[in-house]
């Protein structure tokens, strides 16, 4: 038995031995033929469609040629001069004959046939399910092999046509019925395929809106909108027009009860950091940033409000500004935003504009899924989002101008407030915005922070020593700050000259009045990147018990050397951290520095092990356990890990990047792994890459091939998660040959696990199908029973995928025995009912489910398939009940659950409530 397949890369099997098509001119006369399968097709015709309107004068002869190969590859054991069965000769031409089943193009046909029909009837359910199945058998262009001939490239061109015609059908029917998520794979297929097609460009802007990803809905927009004045010089058409228009007002897809649809910019952010109870003074300033704000509200504005202050550092700028933020707070209706750039800490320490626009979004109510991975994407989506928004966005220690204008909305009606240490001259110039310098309060406003910040021992000091020490501090607000700080703690009054003008002389002051184990951790902290470090962190740091090291934080704390912001972090302005730090190169020695350093990033790698452990079985790295003084965190459940995760994912970002920057102790590519589970359960992709990126590169400094081979493995599961389905492969290539060289079968047995994965969802189910097998052979060679039980519950979805159903059952139920009772068993029983009710046998399929044990971690997916299976089987209050419990298991996530999880209840909300509707 043959099969071929023209829609995509051409490639053909007899019985099950893929074979090779030869040459590629060869490879192209056998899809033209295939393209036309049951038709005649002249000599004349494939002449000019291989070689165009001047070919060889042996032509002729070269194709009775390959058709002679033709034969026999397909044939092998056909008699010599044997048309055989399948490549008939028709007059002046030739014919393929083959039955239907047997080539992609005519199974994609008649699909699309029979959906139509469907529609046609008012069976929209019915011929979405069509359109859907007919899609998944196009992989890439039509027969996609070289040709230098215009007649070919147009021949192959009029059955994308009939894709592009088929995946617009199945949108408009997506967002009617609720089921959007159901073909975004195809649509962004078509879209790559025509870059210029305004009705599938359309189709997948709707389609993506109706999804709840507005952001890549609106940066698709802008991308094609760009392109087509680019290349053609024409506006977009009324079908792109009217797609950009239900994006904006978010009226794509339907809108029901049911459905657990989040709109991007549902969420109204509130981000300002609080104001601080003992801010005074600055009238002045104030004064002037609420009457530059009534000025520039009159309109007549095409972009935001921008006003942008700067000052020297420690003069307050922050403080004045997030006053001034709370007080107009009221009058952006649609929130606020709040991003500390790190601008101080010069261009490689400050936060990139792309991982800005991110925070951003997010900010928003963007899901990972809505972030787009390109810089261009990322701002066009921001300015899609905001556009015609009330928001006000603070930008906090901005570096230069080049830094923050992506990050200006795409509003008039929105305001921007900036700080900086220089002045923003080329923001003024280009972009209208409004500067404002802060200067050291006067004396008068100086002694009021002073004793306001003494509190009930301002009266201990006569105004003669109070105007004193203003003086003395310049009237610095931060050197005030912390000489209040000190003087609160000290019984007595100072002497008048403990105080020097100097903002050095005031830390070292207060770094003096510490004790020595506070004094000790004051200088380590300084090693803990943005955006700082939580309590357990610090504790870890120290190396010390945690009730003592928790008292020096106090003690710091206290001292105002500290402070505890978003999350729970303890971090110091920039001065102090950078005062702090030279303290720590000519006190500590470099053996105590890097010692404290392995401290912290071994907290992080064991805090990070101990709750991927709790989001379900994975094998971890083989880490050393931790040195004495680290303190892991430990999170206790499910939901405990999913928290801890969320909390810290920014700093175990950070961590990676300075365990890749010490160079010793902590391995980078063993802390990415374990915050693997985590990106990849979530769909975080862009910090998935960029942490293994991070690894991979200092794995390969080291020289650590295992390490190497190890996160390329990860790197290819985050490149397939963003796309970039053959770069992922080609890592996984390097990874095996890596692996195998050093004879390590159960590594080399993850690797086809992952390889599994990108080619089943490019729709290779065959090739997935030989990926499972392999690293089912692997693990058992190397007795690791948990890969092998993982490559047989992979070949069973693959048996499944062909329509393989009674051996996929057998391939299952051997997983299942394997797994013997507990959670693992519940991927698996998930499997089995799916596979189950594709062979028809929905009942049997239900009773699966209703016996797995699920765990946490697989609540959801058995509850949702179970909802799936019952409305099939026409049990409607038993799907409710099941989708309810799937709703309910989603609600106990953090931030409303990973991506994948919320298109699941999407797409059965609408389904399930029809079903009651018809049920009434």
Not at 461 to 487: F, T
Not at 646 to 670: F, Q
Request: proline share 6%; glycine share 10%.
């Amino acid at each position: 038995m043959i099969r071929l397949q023209v829609l995509g890369p051409l490639r053909l099997w007899r019985d099950d031995i893929e074979l090779d098509g030869g040459p590629p001119q060869q490879r192209c006369l056998l899809a033209l033929l295939l393209i036309r399968a049951g038709r005649p097709v002249s000599l004349n015709d494939l002449v000019r469609e291989l070689w165009g309107s001047d070919p060889p004068a042996s032509a002729i002869n070269v194709i009775h040629k390959y058709v002679g190969v033709l034969r026999r590859l397909l044939e092998p054991d056909l008699p010599r001069r044997s048309a055989g069965s399948y490549l008939l000769r028709h007059g002046a031409g030739y014919r393929f004959v083959l039955p239907e089943e047997a080539l992609d193009l005519t199974m994609f046909r008649r699909l699309v046939t029979s959906a139509r029909v469907c529609a046609a009837e008012g069976r929209p359910s019915e011929a979405f399910d069509g359109y859907v199945r007919a899609l998944r058998h196009f992989r890439g262009p039509a027969g996609d092999a070289p040709s230098e001939s215009a007649t070919a490239a147009a021949v192959f061109a009029n059955v994308d046509a009939e894709f592009f015609d088929a995946v617009v059908a199945a949108a408009n029917l997506a967002v009617l019925l609720g089921r959007a998520g159901d073909v975004l794979v195809p649509l962004r297929m078509a879209a790559e395929m025509d870059r210029l097609n305004e009705p599938v460009h359309a189709g997948l802007i709707t389609t993506l809106a109706a999804a709840g990803h507005q952001a890549e809905a609106l940066a698709r927009y802008g991308a094609i909108r760009d392109r087509l004045i680019a290349e053609l010089g024409i506006n977009p058409g009324p079908e792109l027009a009217e797609a950009h228009r239900q994006v904006l007002a978010r009226t794509a897809g339907p809108s029901t009860p049911e459905t657990v649809d989040r709109p991007f910019t549902a969420v109204r952010p509130a981000q300002l950091p609080p104001g601080h109870p003992l801010f005074v003074g600055r009238r002045i300033e104030l004064g002037i940033l609420k009457d530059l704000y009534a000025g520039m509200r009159d309109g007549g504005r095409p972009g935001p409000m921008v006003i942008a202050v700067d000052g020297v550092g420690g003069v307050g700028k922050s403080a004045v500004v997030a006053r001034f933020a709370h007080t107009v707070a009221g009058d952006f209706t649609d929130g606020q935003l709040f991003l500390d750039l790190r601008g101080h800490q010069g261009e490689d320490g400050s936060v990139p504009a792309g991982d800005a626009l991110r925070r951003l979004l997010y900010g928003l109510g963007g899901r990972p899924s809505d972030i787009p991975d390109t810089f261009d994407a990322l701002a066009a989506a921001y300015r899609g989002v905001t556009a015609g928004l009330r928001l006000l966005v603070v930008l906090d220690n901005v570096r230069d101008p080049s830094q923050i204008r992506p990050l200006l909305p795409n509003s008039p009606g929105s305001l921007v407030l900036i700080t900086s240490r220089r002045p923003l001259t080329g923001l003024a110039a280009s972009g209208g915005a409004c500067l404002v310098e802060l200067d050291r309060p006067d004396r008068v406003e100086a002694r009021e922070l002073l004793t306001t910040r003494l509190g009930e021992r301002r009266g201990e000091w006569d105004p003669g020593a109070v105007d004193g020490i203003v003086e003395r501090c310049g009237r610095l607000p931060l050197a005030l700050v912390l000489v209040a700080a000190r003087l609160r703690s000290r019984a007595g009054r100072p002497p008048g000259d403990e105080v020097d003008p100097d903002l050095r002389t005031v830390l070292a002051w207060s770094y003096r009045q510490l004790s020595p184990g506070a004094a000790r951790l004051f200088r380590l902290l300084s090693v803990v990147p943005a955006p700082g470090a939580p309590a357990a962190a610090c504790v870890s740091l120290s190396g010390h018990d945690p009730v003592r090291a928790r008292a020096e934080l106090d003690e710091l704390a206290a001292a105002a050397l500290v402070s505890a912001g978003a999350g729970g972090r303890f971090s110091s302005p920039e001065l102090i951290r950078t005062y702090a730090g030279e303290l720590l190169r000519s006190t500590d020695s470099p053996s105590e520095i890097g010692a404290a350093v392995d401290r912290l990033l071994e907290h992080y790698l064991h805090s990070s092990l101990a709750a991927g452990t709790m989001l379900g079985p994975w094998r971890p790295p083989a880490v050393p356990p931790a040195r004495a003084g680290v303190g892991a965190e430990r999170p206790a459940s499910y939901r405990e890990a999913l928290d801890w995760f969320a909390r810290h994912r920014e700093v175990l970002k950070e961590a990676v990047r300075l365990a890749a920057e010490a160079g010793r102790g902590v391995t980078p590519w063993h802390l990415a792994l374990t915050i693997q589970p985590y990106l990849e359960l979530y769909g975080f992709f862009q910090d998935w890459d960029d942490v293994m990126r991070l690894a991979l590169r200092a794995a390969r400094e080291q020289g650590d091939v295992i390490g190497e081979a190890s996160v390329l493995r990860c790197l290819a599961g985050a490149r397939s998660f963003a796309g970039a389905h053959q770069e992922a492969l080609d890592l996984l290539e390097t990874a095996v040959s890596i692996f195998a060289e050093r004879d390590l079968p159960a590594e080399v047995a993850r690797v086809y696990a992952r390889a599994h994965a990108v080619h089943t969802a490019l729709g290779r189910h065959d090739r997935a199908r030989a990926d499972s097998e392999r690293a089912i052979a692997l693990a058992v060679g190397a007795g690791d029973g948990t890969a092998e039980i993982d490559g047989l519950t992979r070949n069973g979805r693959s048996l499944t995928a062909l329509g393989q159903y009674d051996e996929a059952d057998r391939v299952l139920r051997r997983a299942l025995d394997l797994a013997g009772r507990g959670d693992q068993t519940a991927p698996i029983r998930v499997a089995v009912a799916r596979n189950l009710a594709a062979a028809g046998r929905v009942g049997d399929a239900v009773q699966e489910l209703e016996r797995a044990s699920a765990g946490t971690a697989y609540r959801f997916e058995v509850f949702s398939t179970l909802a799936d299976l019952l409305m099939a089987s026409g049990d409607q209050g038993g799907a409710r009940g099941a989708y309810e419990k799937a709703r309910a298991v989603l609600g106990s996530y953090p931030d409303g659950g990973p991506d994948h999880m919320r298109a699941v209840l999407d797409r059965l909300g609408p389904v399930i409530a029809a079903g009651l509707d018809r049920a009434r």
